[in-house]
């Protein structure tokens, strides 16, 4: 939110400045304006502008995360996992690496955070240190941005949007304690989303018990995750929700199954195919960061928890609460505003629907009367042409009747 909202916000907090936004009235529009466009002008300007995604992918080594990456976005994206040390000093490394991808016109800047190093010590009490670290140093570098005038007009946003965190399939047994704490720690400072890694190693009953158990585990803590708990379109994540959490897993091997080029894995007793629903879960986490949520992911980032971040730097400096008061309402003003446009424009296709579908009735009406009446006219002149038929055959037998039965008398 632009501070000077806050110092100039309809006076109704006794503390900001004395600058007061001017009072605003409806106002009926006699003709159409061309206002219903602007949803329109942004989809088309949004696509001049890169999208930028940022995830990061946390667990044990040995879980495939370099595979499942390469997998998820069809691209070769990170580089070899390097052995485990587990004499090194060295806790976590962070290594963000930023990919260019195209698809129909639109750019989409990708950067893959991974974490080598992580479970790797015998000591894994400070291993979620350099991460919890690494997404606040991204957080202030975005509030520094901010209160800069020549950096807002450009913030490169470097933010977290999605954390998937790799649990390790151990079947039924319930979560490690370094699971629990970093889920503990992190869960209100990014959109973690847990996934199970390698389920193929699993059968279908004992993914299905672990899923159970993983969940009720998060219920026990407290462990929020994503779409569950933050989530703002929930329309979107509620068919999702119901494989959480996500049994996945990689391979950058294409196999042929049955005449068909896929990726899998081969194994003895036959082939794991990666994008088979019912082998694993990973078209679901798929749909999910990048199908249906990726938007979602990027604004819960902003309105949640970089808002919460925002908020305990703001309150830390003895800054009122009314500046939040402000945000609060600002942040509320726009999501209200974006949802007008939303139904506005949901109405907007439901009405031209409906006119469309009258306007095509109306039509067949139309052309069925005028069938009915070309019909109609058909009969009749038909009727005529067999009447004047007739007539022709009643005279030509009296002509006959004249001209043979004078010649006999």
């Known amino acids: 939110m632009p501070l000077e909202y806050a110092l100039q916000f309809r006076g109704r907090f006794p503390d900001p400045g004395p600058w007061k936004l001017p009072r605003s009235f409806n106002a009926r529009l006699n003709e159409p304006l061309g206002i219903g466009e602007l949803p329109t002008q942004r989809v088309r300007r949004s696509k001049h502008r890169p999208y930028v995604f940022n995830i990061m992918a946390v667990g044990d080594s040995g879980l495939g995360k370099t595979t499942f990456m390469n997998t998820l976005f069809n691209a070769p994206l990170t580089d ?5 040390n587990l004499t090194s000093q ?3 490394d962070i290594k963000p690496s930023t990919y260019e991808l195209h698809e129909d016109g639109v750019v989409m800047h990708l950067t893959v955070i991974d974490t080598p190093g992580f479970g790797d010590q015998l000591n894994r009490e400070t291993n979620f240190q350099p991460i919890l670290e690494y997404i606040d140093e991204q957080y202030d570098s975005y509030l520094q941005a901010e209160r800069s005038s020549e950096m807002r007009r450009n913030i490169h946003d470097k933010r977290v949007h999605a954390l998937l965190y790799f649990i390790a399939p151990t079947g039924g047994n319930s979560l490690k304690e370094l699971d629990v704490d ?3 720690r992190l869960c209100t400072k990014v959109n973690i989303i847990p996934v199970i890694a390698k389920c193929d190693t699993l059968t279908p009953e004992e993914l299905a018990a672990f899923k159970k158990t993983i969940l009720s585990e998060f ?3 407290d462990i929020r995750v994503y779409p569950t708990a933050h989530a703002e379109d929930r329309d979107t994540v509620t068919d999702l929700e119901k494989y959480m959490p996500f049994g996945v ?11 068909k080029k896929v990726r899998g894995r081969v194994y003895r007793w036959g082939v794991v195919e990666v994008e088979n629903e019912k082998h694993s879960d990973f078209v679901h986490l798929r749909e999910l960061l990048i199908r249906s949520n990726l938007q979602d992911l990027i604004e819960t980032t902003h309105s949640v928890h970089y808002a919460q971040y925002r908020a305990s730097k703001i309150k830390s400096k003895g800054r009122p609460d009314s500046f939040l008061a402000c945000d609060e309402f600002y942040e509320s003003r726009i999501e209200n505003a974006r949802r007008y446009l939303q139904d506005d424009m949901q109405k907007r296709e439901d009405e031209m629907r409906q006119m469309f579908v009258q306007k095509v009735h109306e039509k067949e009406a139309q052309l069925r009367k005028r069938e009915e009446q070309l019909n109609s006219k058909r009969q009749n002149m038909m009727e005529e042409l067999e009447k004047l038929r007739r007539q022709i055959q009643a005279e030509e037998a009296a002509l006959d009747d004249a001209m043979y039965g004078g010649a006999k008398r």
């Not at 950058?252 to 049955?258: A, E, L």
């Open 80 to 84: 070899q996992v390097l052995p485990k």
């Open 90 to 92: 060295k806790t976590v």
């Open 182 to 184: 970093f889920l503990q």
């Open 219 to 221: 219920e026990h803590h």
């Open 249 to 259: 897993m990689g391979s950058d091997t294409i196999v042929d199954v049955g005449g």
